[in-house]
């Protein structure tokens, strides 16, 4: 296959914006990943950080038709399309596909625990089957500490093996290096990108042959994760990923999605981007402050937002 | 509220039938729902042993919209309408409602681990002011085990303070026997109804002043387990409940949802009904043969089944 038309680099699970009464927000979600994109940041829409898996396939699909028709590019898409049910996952994952997503990012059904890989195995076949485009491209979720439902290597082998052209890579969010490793020793070079799961791992990502990483913290530090993904054979490349650590470490502090989303309020003036949906919580107030007091001590990208 | 109409005794997280390629069959659940509720066992359709977390919102409803037009009745009924996305679980929850379902089961949203109570009572909160129904009745779905998001007793007691009339009960499937004891007393009396997650705890449940339960093993031993629950005060309530235990405990050396369908496939002569959509995968031949074998020495309730 043409690996140029292969997906690298930095990406980010987008945040989803809602309106105070819950509704998913086209318009602030477009604003963002025009933000994004402008920061080099490819938009893994629908992630975990996305609260995907809090909208309904439908409500998914209408986000994905704005995206499109305000002009982002599919081949800097990567939408999260994996879903409990089979139907589910074949519906939205065909919707991207046709858009033109230059991947999808696929959680394996995470409502039953120890399920075997013969029916995980199963359950990408059936979608890559119904599908039925030679242009999809799906990048496994390996995530387990949220998932329950791990990706074992040797369910990415058995999976290669049947389907090397749609298996197109993971995104390892398990935090454990040695796997990470173990899949970069084992698939990359058969052409599976491997993205870390978070700029954590970025830099030894790359030095192992790895495709970039996707990361919740791309939401609001775009432009320095992007500028170590360019330039991470450069000589400063370990200091800049020690500078990287220590962002994230203040966003670690709080919960993850609620404190990505109370940043962006405060740095572009919008309180509307704040509002997560049930099962999550907003900050309170004290934690609000808390996170900005520490932000404001670093060189932190957000500024760089445009107040349109 | 008029607890005549409260949904009481065994009921049975019904298991849905596919075709061959993977589509619910309805005509196979209508068969398999008619010859349960001539059991006296009521249908908790869409339930984990349902593979209800297997099929999409649009193909749960359609399988309700068909239960109803073959006359089953809504008072019988309590489906699974809880989904990780609170957009699903209105939509699905308000079609029951209005088919008249005598009760909704519902899973806390099941993605994010490590939710608070507030975040799981903002979750109910909106599903219940969203669907706006004065009939709407809730069981809380306890099942820590799959879900991994627990529902504590703190956040029962705000939210029946909350919606006395909506929230109506729960299953309690911990298999922790201390917790739906602390359930019985400190919410039974205020009509709070307790449902064992199995028909283990029947007995043990209905002395407490439960409910009833909701049983896996109620698709295959529907008789038994309603006499047990019609008859628990009588002398040999003790040695029904060994003998449910130990046809129960056949089922429970295979991987349970795959042992009911091959049961149910084999006891009325067809074989459509052992098949299940991925993640899981049918009994082998072989373990097909085991369980069988092993049912055979039991009196066991399917030959009451009839060949239509």
Redesign the interface.
Known sequence: MNTDTRLRGVFSPVITPFSAD?IPDAGRLVRHCRWLLSKEVGLAVFG?NSEA?????T?KMVLLDALVEAGVPGHRMMPGTGA?????SV?LTRHAVRHGAGGVLML??????A??D???F??YA?VIERVADQRLRIYLYHIP?????PITLALIERLLKAYPQAIAGIKDSSGDWENTKAMLERFQPQGFDVFAGSETFLLANMRGGGAGCITATGNVNPGPIAQLYRTWQQPDADAQQQALDRLRGIFQRFPMIPALKAAIADFCGDAGYATV?????ALSRHQSSELLLALKGQSFAMPGWERN
């Open positions: 819950l975990t898996n809090s909208m309904s396939v409500e409990c049910a089979l139907t589910d519906e394996p059904p995470f409502y039953y625990k399920v075997s013969d029916g995980l199963a359950n059936e500490q949220v998932s329950n439902v949906r049930p099962p999550l919580v």
